[in-house]
């Protein structure tokens, strides 16, 4: 399996905008396909956006389409989420995960496989 590495959470206020990270290792992301979650403190864990292994496509939760970016950039091993006019709902822990058994953008946990160890993101308003 691959190893994930978040990075780039903190604390912002309303209205900023954050970039996060993930790195792999142990294998190449070329044939894996990419996604962000979210949790929030008593919610389940949810899909916020996911990309194809080429980077040809993307799917975003209604809750950040429009505002968050998803790409890749499969020569440095890494995915990335822009993330603009953050609001006080997008603040969780951001999970980056990712398969190479399916093609297909999943929207559920049960789909990937691999996952990082999360990155804290706080939206204070």
């Known amino acids: 399996q691959v190893q994930l590495v978040e990075s780039g959470g903190g604390l912002v206020q309303a209205g900023d905008s954050l970039r996060l990270s993930c790195a792999a290792s142990g294998r190449t992301l070329s044939n894996y396909v990419m996604a962000w979650f979210r949790q929030a403190p008593g919610k389940e864990r949810e899909f916020v956006a996911g990309?194809?292994?080429?980077?040809?496509?993307?799917r975003y939760s209604t809750s950040v389409k429009g505002r968050f970016t998803i790409s890749r950039d499969n020569a440095k091993n890494t995915v990335y989420v822009q993330m603009n006019s953050l609001k006080p709902e997008d603040t969780a822990v951001y999970y980056c995960a990712g398969t190479d058994q399916t093609f297909i953008i999943g929207l559920d946990v049960d789909n990937y496989d691999s996952w990082g160890q999360g990155t804290q993101v706080t939206v204070s308003s």
């Open positions: 990309i194809s292994a080429g980077g040809t496509v993307r």
